[in-house]
């Protein structure tokens, strides 16, 4: 399958697809998994949400999300990768409060009903601002009101004053959207597509950040 913007490093495919989970965290050390499962706890999560996962991936967040909805609460994933669907699917098996389908979140959704939270993980950077503001728009109308649009991905910052143990990998292993990206003001960017009552916390010495918006 080739890439809707070649530039992209959030098209995941084949090998890297396949082995995800296991490249991040090899790549962290081993410490990504305290901090997914930190940084999902700070969600907040109801028992009864209803929750879109944008950018799916394997399932992972999903699973871990899973642990706060012990009411009515549901999570459907939308992906485009096909490795992805296929570990997403075996992974959450299980519960019959998870599913996932292959749709695009930068094109227009049609979506059956409203959700209580659009949750996104690293994904958001990855995508030319203009389609950045789709994104947000998929998010917005995929919300009840009062609902809440969930990023977690990289803080905001000017790459070349960060330390160099970051900035060396974060320039080798990310494209110019995340070069971009970062160097945007999003609360501003959020407020004009009618987000409001940010939060937001940091990790990492703040070189990510869970930023949450309410749709007002
Ligand atoms: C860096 S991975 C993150 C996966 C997951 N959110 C996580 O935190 O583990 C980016 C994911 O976004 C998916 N993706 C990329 N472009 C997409 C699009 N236009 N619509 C839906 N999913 C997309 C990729 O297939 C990949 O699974």
């Known amino acids: 399958m080739s890439r809707f913007y070649p530039e992209s490093k959030v098209e995941i495919q084949g090998f890297s697809a396949k082995c995800y989970d296991t490249l ?10 305290k901090f997914i499962k930190k940084a999902i706890r700070l969600i907040e999560i109801k028992p009864d949400d209803t929750i879109l996962d944008f950018g799916a991936g394997t399932g992972r967040n999903a699973l871990l999300m899973q642990k706060y909805l012990t009411g009515t609460g549901e999570i459907l994933g939308l992906e485009i990768s096909e490795e992805m669907i296929a570990q997403f699917r075996k992974k959450t098996e299980k519960f019959s409060n998870i599913s996932i389908t292959n749709q695009r979140i930068d094109q227009p959704l049609t979506l059956e009903k ?34 809440e649009f969930v990023i977690l991905d990289f803080n905001e910052f000017i790459t070349d004053q ?15 959207y995340a070069f971009e990206y970062v160097e945007r003001d999003w609360k501003q960017i959020l407020t004009s597509y009618g987000f409001s009552s940010f939060n937001e916390k940091l990790f990492f010495n703040n070189h990510l950040r869970l930023l949450k918006a309410i749709k007002s």
């Open 114 to 147: 409203k959700y209580d939270k659009v949750f996104t993980s690293f994904v958001f950077h990855g995508f030319p601002f203009e389609i950045q503001k789709n994104i947000i728009s998929n998010a917005f109308n995929a919300l009840k009101d009062g609902g």
């Open 162 to 176: 960060t330390p160099l143990y970051f900035r060396i990998p974060f320039k080798i292993v990310e494209c110019r």
């Open 24 to 33: 991040i965290n090899t790549a962290s050390l081993g410490l990504y998994d």
